[in-house]
């Protein structure tokens, strides 16, 4: 799979080289390559933000360079194309598994007040959120997705992985433990150590139950 990250601020995107997934970029499972949107700009300062039309706070980042970048980027528009956005349909757990069976995403940062109408109506496929909360950019936002629609690519995660997480069976996940036994004074449960696997297994079972209830009702109706 592939995912082209569109950003004014590419250097925030080194942390994808990390952990699993640098491991799966290095294997070849997954290819990432952020573009600086800076570098498609027809401004003879270089210019891609400006003020907002009707006025109010803030800038807003213009569609002739996130125009031209996706273009190059994505000429014959066989990428699904994400604008990230707290304005956008929540991203949910069923989406990403869904999303991680396309060959290739471009994924568009929005900086300041977000970015020209226009650039969405003309070139984006579909406006996604990651929650209901503000941040400052959409590049947070573009790392999460990578991060979550990667574990779904063939040979990424062991497939166990995948089976016992939370959300898989539409409860939140047991907790877990390791050595040692006993750490300041607390102990794991008895039942984990016993090896009876149907029992760890409902034990399991019920405490996903009650932490769902809990944390997440609205995951039980
Ligand atoms: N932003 N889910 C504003 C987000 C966000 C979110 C990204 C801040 C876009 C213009 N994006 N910019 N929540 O808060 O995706």
Request: hydrophobic fraction near 40%; glycine fraction near 8%.
């Amino acid at each position: 799979m592939k995912i082209i990250i569109l950003t004014l601020f590419p250097e925030m995107f080194t942390a994808l080289g990390a952990s699993i997934m640098g491991r799966a970029q290095k294997a070849g499972k997954l290819e990432i390559e952020v573009v600086d949107i800076r570098s498609y700009t027809e401004d003879k300062h270089q210019k891609c933000d400006d003020y907002p039309f009707g006025g109010g706070a803030g800038m807003v980042m213009m569609a002739q360079p996130i125009g031209s970048a996706i273009e190059a980027v994505d000429p014959n528009h066989k990428a699904r194309r994400i604008y990230l956005s707290p304005k956008g349909r929540r991203l949910d757990q069923e989406h990403v598994i869904a999303l991680a069976e396309e060959e290739t995403l471009v994924l568009l940062c929005g900086h300041y007040e977000g970015v020209d109408q226009r650039a969405i109506d003309l070139f984006i496929d579909e406006e996604l959120s990651i929650g209901d909360y503000v941040l400052t950019g959409g590049e947070l936002p573009a790392m999460v997705l990578t991060d979550c629609v990667a574990r779904y690519i063939d040979g990424v995660l062991s497939p166990a992985s995948l089976v016992d997480e939370s959300f898989s069976d539409g409860l939140l996940e047991y907790p877990q433990y390791t050595r040692p036994v006993e750490y300041r004074g607390l102990t794991v449960p008895e039942v984990l150590r016993s090896g009876n696997h149907a029992e760890i297994d409902r034990w399991r079972h019920e405490q996903a139950l009650a932490l769902t209830r809990k944390h997440r009702p609205d995951l039980l109706k």
